[in-house]
């Protein structure tokens, strides 16, 4: 019996499609390797997606929380200086450092990096379920084809593994979305701004 090896998975930067591997009419001869090769590849894009997003929400939750840790820092700074300084000090430094504060959080809403960091936990959370059910329902399968690997049993595994690729990107596509949602939202919140701002060379009525 040969060994069947899987191949070594690269860290990649993105979650660009990898070649699938090509299988010839004469592959279907002996089927199990060929269903095997296919299975390690969608296999490996779902762990790849994993690991992506696994990473991605490292670094913006690290963002998130110096920001916001920023954030407290210069808004206490800026409401204990008026307090600590002498009266007749300038007291701007104080509403300096509280703006500096706002613009912290401003920043971290924004770019949606303390929501970016949640969808992303949410999105592993999905992708796991996802590849936990595939791995159960294909050694389902595969005990079914120990009794004799028939034309049924290879259009089963087939239809698992269509419905699997299918799947993953589905998930990925939906955080997609979901980022887009919030990133339009957020820019029309700042026209909305911008246009209710006053413009120079004007004055209230």
């Given at each position: 019996m040969t060994k069947?090896?899987?191949?070594?998975?690269?860290?990649?930067?993105?979650?660009?499609p990898v070649a699938s591997p090509i299988?010839?009419?004469a592959d279907w001869a002996e089927p199990e390797p060929a269903l095997h090769r296919l299975y390690v590849l969608a296999e490996g894009e779902a762990l790849d997606a994993i690991d992506w997003y696994l990473e991605d929400k490292r670094t913006k939750r690290r963002a998130s929380r110096l920001l916001r840790a920023l954030a407290i820092v210069l808004a206490s700074a800026g409401g204990i200086y008026p307090l600590a300084v002498r009266a007749?000090?300038?007291?701007?430094?104080?509403?300096?450092?509280l703006g500096a504060a706002g613009v912290?959080?401003?920043f971290d809403r924004f770019f949606g990096l303390s929501?970016?960091?949640?969808r992303d936990m949410a999105t592993v959370n999905r992708l796991r379920g996802t590849l936990l059910r595939f791995q159960h329902e294909w050694a389902a399968a595969a005990?079914?084809?120990a009794a004799g690997a028939d034309e049924a049993s290879v259009r089963m595994r087939l239809g698992l593994l269509q419905a699997f690729?299918?799947?993953v990107p589905a998930q990925i596509q939906q955080e997609t979305e979901s980022w887009q949602g919030e990133f339009a939202s957020l820019v029309g919140q700042l026209d909305?701004?911008?246009?209710?701002?006053?413009?120079?060379?004007?004055?209230?009525?």
């Open positions: 069947l090896t899987l191949p070594r998975r690269r860290k990649r930067r993105d979650l660009r299988v010839q009419p007749d000090a300038d007291v701007a430094w104080g509403y300096l450092l912290c959080l401003a929501s970016a960091w949640m005990l079914v084809a690729a299918v799947e909305v701004t911008g246009s209710h701002s006053p413009r120079p060379g004007t004055e209230a009525s």
